[in-house]
T-cell receptor
Framework: GENVEQHPSTLSVQEGDSAVIKCTYS??????FPWYKQELGKRPQLIID?????GEKKDQRIAVTLNKTAKHFSLHITETQPEDSAVYFC??????????????FGTGTLLAVQP | AAGVIQSPRHLIKEKRETATLKCYPI?????VYWYQQGPGQDPQFLIS???????DKGSIPDRFSAQQFSDYHSELNMSSLELGDSALYFC???????????FGQGTRLTVV
């Protein structure tokens, strides 16, 4: 079945440094890859996403890259701030419509930004 | 802007009781997903509906059922509750042609 692997499980960086989280997916039909940020006890919040026809997307300090051949995608956060501390989940979705539009989540990365 | 609304926010039930969780998707969203998230775990897909029909099914126990109604709200019914059912239950909605999925605030179910 579909599977999404995410690394690392925990990541500690100093404020101002960059953070990189990597994910790989198994379903070659996947064509949409969102990233969610989840604070303790709260809902996952969409922070950025990328579709399969794009290799890179950037939004201020956050960027995502996608390598469809290798079936992996990465989240890059630059100039990290303490408020970036949270659990980050990657996800992958197959063709939209029909029976394959569910999001499969990675196992999460706990990011701690030390002041 | 309207978001996904879930009710109740918190629910405490005893073993073997039943529970009903409700989800009201963002207006004009035609797809609803249910996820279960245990402590320190990633969200696990339970079931989804597109245009009021079940579109996909994940690791949902037979004790659970769900449906989407004519007004697009969805309900997750859970029977014969077990201690292991204690978790955060999230509902998310999306428009199929615009694939972003937005999550509700979740229902924290505690089975005692």
């Amino acid at each position: 079945g579909e599977n999404v692997e995410q690394h690392p499980s925990t990541l500690s960086v100093q404020e101002g440094d960059s953070a990189v989280i990597k994910c790989t997916y198994s379903d070659s039909a996947s064509n949409y890859f969102p990233w969610y940020k989840q604070e303790l006890g709260k809902r996952p919040q969409l922070i950025i996403d990328i579709r399969s026809n794009v290799g890179e997307k950037k939004d201020q300090r956050i960027a995502v890259t996608l390598n469809k051949t290798a079936k992996h995608f990465s989240l890059h956060i630059t100039e990290t701030q303490p408020e970036d501390s949270a659990v980050y989940f990657c996800a992958a979705r197959g063709r939209y419509g029909g029976a394959t539009n569910k999001l499969i989540f990675g196992t999460g990365t706990l990011l701690a930004v030390q002041p | 802007a309207a978001g996904v609304i879930q009710s109740p926010r918190h629910l405490i039930k005893e073993k073997r009781e039943t529970a009903t969780l409700k989800c009201y998707p963002i207006p004009r969203h035609d797809t609803v997903y249910w996820y279960q998230q245990g402590p320190g775990q990633d969200p696990q897909f339970l079931i989804s509906f597109y245009e009021k029909m079940q579109s996909d099914k994940g690791s949902i126990p037979d004790r659970f059922s769900a449906q989407q109604f004519s007004d697009y709200h969805s309900e997750l019914n859970m029977s014969s509750l077990e201690l292991g059912d204690s978790a955060l239950y999230f509902c998310a909605s999306s428009r199929t042609e615009n694939t972003e999925a937005f999550f509700g605030q979740g229902t924290r179910l505690t089975v005692v």
